[in-house]
């Protein structure tokens, strides 16, 4: 047995599919499941059972997973003595949306890094919820600041829930807060069709059996904004951004009945580094203050 194998063993029961496990190794297909089925021969237990299109975790794989991923965590955490040996630094990598970059920044990071100014903070930029939980997946980020729902192969810390308001031009008759019917008709720009943000506006819309023309469909952040701007149409974004857009002259008002998503740490089922614990930590005790 050797870590390549281990590997295998990890991504397969992450991804419940051969195909998808493969395509993150950027191996074949073919060649993980003879790789998993030379494994399960050479420690004569079955790890793994075909389900429909997938794989599931058997009862004696499940403590190999386990097993498997402790080993592939200590040899991580060794790596990381190693590239930072001779360093009085360390680095962390956060991977965050634009939108809630603000408030990790201006928030967070101080009261971490007060407490550890040894360690360097990377912000892994991403344009979206999908795109963090692919940081993450990939290794290039430690830990995730997103809102939820991610994928069940990720452990969430909940933060905080933050408020989804409306963001609209001067000069517009609305009451504060604005009935959800009043977007019947309203002139709105949006995500872009098909994108997960888009998908969970488009069902609230249908819940509440309301019809926005849609002025704008984007996923850049500056687009929606400009388009607010130019009094092309409004916005509906986190209460967070409030500030910025209060700064360049919109109106913003909350929504009746309240809308809410609750902003996350996530990471994957893996120890974590311990200068990603303590970030953790103070995230946590941040917002219970």
């Known amino acids: 047995m050797n870590l390549q194998q281990l590997r295998y063993v990890v991504a397969t029961a992450e991804h419940r599919t051969m195909t998808d496990a493969a395509r993150s190794l950027y191996i074949a297909q073919p060649a993980l499941s003879r790789a998993i089925r030379d494994l399960e021969r050479e420690l ?56 809630l970059e603000p408030g990790l920044a201006g928030r967070l990071l101080p009261a971490y890094t007060a407490e550890h ?40 810390h909940p933060l905080e829930r933050q408020e989804i308001v409306l963001i609209s031009p001067p000069g517009m008759e609305l009451p504060n807060p604005v009935p959800m019917g009043r977007l019947d008709g309203m002139r709105l720009a949006l995500p872009a069709r098909g994108s997960l943000r888009r998908r969970e506006l488009d069902a609230m819309f249908g819940k509440y059996a309301v019809n926005p023309v849609v002025v704008l469909e984007t996923d850049e952040r500056n687009g929606w904004l400009n388009a607010v701007r130019s009094g092309r149409a409004s916005l509906l974004w986190y ?15 909350s929504l009746e009945p309240a809308v809410r998503r609750v902003i996350a740490v996530v990471h994957a089922r893996r120890r974590l580094p311990l200068i990603a614990q303590d970030f953790l930590s103070t995230a946590e005790k941040g917002s219970a203050a």
């Open 239 to 253: 209460r967070g951004m409030a500030e910025q857009a209060s700064r360049a002259g919109l109106v913003v008002r």
């Open 44 to 99: 004569g237990l079955t790890l793994f059972a075909r389900s429909g299109r997938g794989v599931v975790v058997t009862a004696q794989g499940r403590r190999v997973v386990k097993l498997a991923r402790e080993a592939l965590d200590a040899v991580h955490e060794i790596e990381g003595l190693a590239s930072h040996a001779g360093s009085a630094e360390t680095e962390l990598r956060i991977a965050s949306t634009p939108t």
């Open 117 to 156: 100014p040894g360690v360097r903070v990377q912000i892994v930029r991403c344009e979206g919820r999908e795109a963090v939980v692919n940081a993450i997946r990939e290794q290039r980020a430690d830990l995730g600041l997103t809102d939820l729902p991610v994928p069940a192969d990720l452990i969430t």
